[in-house]
């Protein structure tokens, strides 16, 4: 063999591995397509708030898909599985895969037919306490502590086949102490006493929920919970909650009741429009819903401010729940509607002005992380990942909102309603609902009116990764009836193909077009009755289409430091909000939130620098609390050095802001009252302030900051 052919032959095989390497983990996705699939669940779990354990024994009813002598189950690594009997109580043979550990494979005696049944009983436990080994990396989806204890279904704490789509009855009996109420899945039996194994063990309840219809159950919550059953527009709302938390439970009821109605309007009824709303402990998800559930965390507490995020929850019912994606690659079908159903609620319930500013947070978000996968290639994302979040979720709900563009609103609502009403029940792929979406276009279509490109739409948005980042050059030309516009419309992605508006502001009123762009550069001459404005040519202004942007990349990059200052990653943080400055040098935003970084770094010189930074430049209109904030850092800073006289001319400056968002001005008047030290903000007394400073609120869908005691960021931020 001769030397090029050697090399040929290592070029060949290194475009192999490549191949290989790139595809790897699709092909492990593909081959965990389940033989088994679980029907039903009889589960019963004791929970050990002292040792922060969970001892369970499950009976799972298993279907074959397949002729096979394998069950196989995903299983939380830190639940050690005992024992795994067969439906003759004789024990069988398992093992933790070694590539994969959060799979169990058993092995029966002999092969079960197709479509025939299998029951097998697992006992097994272990230690819940953080997020080591969770699914969900780096985030507890199940805990159990000595005040507050959930399990969520992503954890997978009891055997599970085919999540996220699959879909199950049983019965959860959860075993814990009596200063603990449980809420759930499912429809509860009321708490039964148990009687003390010993004489040393505390006072133990068991509660039982029945899960009737055949759904992804299993999430729970225990904690100090209190019940209140609401009665809400004709549906019943039961809301659970500590009791110092239990003084909106009414509007909760109120707004949950209101969105499922609008949502049954948009989709479909729900087969039980019974609701129950549970509060979660923070440290966990920030929100979470099951099948005739909701979950809000402690921090997202309060329905003035959680309004669009329970209008996503309460939209899970219908897609998430009723319509389950076939498998993780259609994802985009459950989370990235559930999102876009934000925007819809935001729409009818507070105008169109609040439906753009969901669209707004929904671009930012997709651009956050968008380069990390396509949509159609969703499974290579851990969901509840910031990726997934920004891929599935905020990508997904502007390509609903893209495809409600190319269709119109009477053809795109008419697809949602008639997408769930085949589908409920049922599961469904990203070719289905393209199908389903083709077909509704043509039918919706008016006389002489041409379809539009459905096909090409879904293949270039679903398939490929990159957004349009438009720019333009035009000539304007007088002619004898008014003016010609020759221009040509730029943009990076080859295979981009989508009618693009233009408005043309003339000094008469106001003028759309419309422009079918395709590939990198398109000309186009267009008639105008009024003279052109200087720069008054926008392309795309009711934002129809995802779209890079100068001013969304720069929040996209200090959206991402906020992510990372949330959890401790400071440099990292400060990293991300230099990205956003080399973007848009003057972004007030970015310097305050460095600021922020570098003020719970400790380095306050550096710190200092950022917030002065901030207060010398024009904040946007939406970032204007930038200012009072930034004084109270600042102010706050010299008070740790013991410049007590600059710290109180710092107060004083944003005292006159008069600006009060997140309670600035009850944080300036109790440090001026206290110094601030490391250890905190000064805790003012009744007698010091007639409101006292407010806990943190993170996450609300506002851009509005809000005090929070402790050394931990404290500016709540929008949830891109």
Not at 126 to 155: C, H, R
Not at 464 to 479: A, L
Request: aromatic share 10%; glycine share 6%; proline share 7%.
């Amino acid at each position: 063999m001769t030397r090029r052919e050697n090399v040929r032959g290592a070029c060949w095989l290194g475009l192999a591995f490549l191949v290989l390497t790139f595809l790897s983990p699709l092909a492990a996705q593909e081959s965990r397509a389940p033989n088994f699939l679980a029907e039903n669940y009889e589960l019963s779990a004791y929970l050990d708030t002292v040792g922060q354990t969970i001892n369970s024994i499950v009976k799972v009813e298993f279907r074959a898909l397949d002729v096979s002598q394998i069950v196989r189950v995903e299983l939380h690594e830190n639940l050690e599985v005992r024992e795994v009997k067969g439906p003759d109580g004789k024990a069988l043979s398992f093992q933790r895969e070694p590539d994969n550990p959060l799979y169990l494979s058993v092995t029966l005696p002999a092969p079960v037919a197709t479509g025939k049944t299998v029951s097998l009983t697992f006992a097994y436990g272990g230690l819940l306490a953080n997020e080591e080994n969770s699914p969900v990396p780096n985030l507890k989806v199940a805990s159990i502590g000595k005040e507050w204890a959930y399990l969520l279904l992503p954890a997978r704490w009891f055997p599970l086949t085919n999540y996220p789509a699959n879909r199950y009855t049983g019965t959860f009996k959860l075993n814990v102490p009596d200063t603990m109420a449980v809420a759930g899945t499912g429809k509860a039996e009321a708490a039964q006493p148990l009687a003390p194994r010993s004489a040393a063990e505390a006072k133990r309840l068991m509660y039982t929920f029945h899960c009737e219809r055949r759904e992804p159950n299993g999430s729970f919550v225990a904690g100090p919970l209190q019940l209140s059953p609401k009665q809400a527009e004709g549906i019943s709302v039961a809301v659970y909650a500590p009791r110092a938390d239990s003084a909106k439970v009414q509007e909760f009821a109120n707004v949950v009741a209101h969105q499922e109605i609008l949502f049954s309007d948009m989709f479909g009824a729900l087969p039980d429009p019974d609701m129950t709303v549970i509060e979660l402990p923070d440290g966990t998800l920030r929100d979470f819903s099951g099948p005739g559930v909701v979950m809000l965390s402690h921090r997202l507490w309060d329905p003035k401010y959680s309004d669009r995020t329970l209008s996503r929850l309460v939209a899970t019912q219908w897609w998430g729940n009723q319509v389950l994606p076939m498998s993780m690659s259609d994802v985009w079908i459950s989370d990235g509607l559930a999102r876009y159903s934000e925007e819809l609620y935001a729409e009818q319930n507070f105008g169109k002005e609040a439906g753009l500013r969901a669209l707004d947070e929904f671009a930012v978000g997709a651009l956050m992380y968008e380069n990390s996968a396509p949509v159609a290639q969703s499974a290579r994302l851990a969901p509840h990942s910031s990726e997934y979040r920004s891929v599935v979720m905020n990508k997904g709900a502007m390509l609903f909102h893209m495809l409600r563009g190319q269709m119109g609103d009477v053809a795109f609502k008419s697809l949602l309603h008639g997408f769930y009403t085949k589908y409920q029940g049922k599961t469904a792929t990203m070719a289905d609902f393209e199908k389903m979406a083709i077909g509704t276009a043509n039918a919706n279509l008016k006389p002489g009116q041409e379809p539009p490109n459905l096909q090409g739409y879904f293949a270039q948005w679903l398939n490929s990764t990159g957004v349009p980042e438009f720019s333009m050059e035009d000539v304007v030309y007088r002619t004898r009836k008014g003016f010609r516009i020759v221009g040509k419309i730029r943009q990076p992605l080859d295979t981009f193909s989508m009618p693009v508006q233009l408005r043309i502001d003339t000094e008469g009123n106001p003028e759309m077009k419309l422009i079918y762009v395709t590939g990198t550069e398109t000309q186009f001459t267009e008639e105008t009755f009024g003279r052109p404005k200087a720069g008054g040519i926008r392309i795309d202004p009711n934002n129809l289409i995802l779209k890079s942007t100068p001013n969304l990349r720069a929040r996209a990059a200090i959206a991402r430091g906020e992510e990372l200052a949330e959890v401790g990653k400071y440099y990292d943080a400060v990293q991300q909000y230099q990205r956003a400055l080399s973007i848009q040098p003057s972004r007030s935003l970015a310097n305050f939130r460095m600021g922020e970084a570098f003020f719970y770094q400790k380095n306050y010189q550096a710190s200092a620098n950022a917030f002065r930074e901030a207060l010398a430049t024009v904040p946007e209109p939406s970032e204007k609390w930038t200012e009072v904030w930034s004084h109270l850092y600042l102010g706050k800073i010299f008070d740790i050095l013991g410049q007590r006289e600059r710290a109180l001319n710092e107060y004083n400056k944003a005292r006159q802001t008069n600006d009060s968002t997140g309670g600035a001005q009850d944080v300036v008047e109790a440090l001026i009252k206290k110094p601030y030290t490391e250890s905190g903000m000064p805790t003012p007394s009744p007698a010091d302030a007639a409101t006292p400073v407010a806990a943190p609120a993170k996450g609300k869908q506002a851009d509005v900051p809000a005090p929070a005691s402790g050394e931990k960021p404290t500016l709540k931020r929008p949830n891109p």
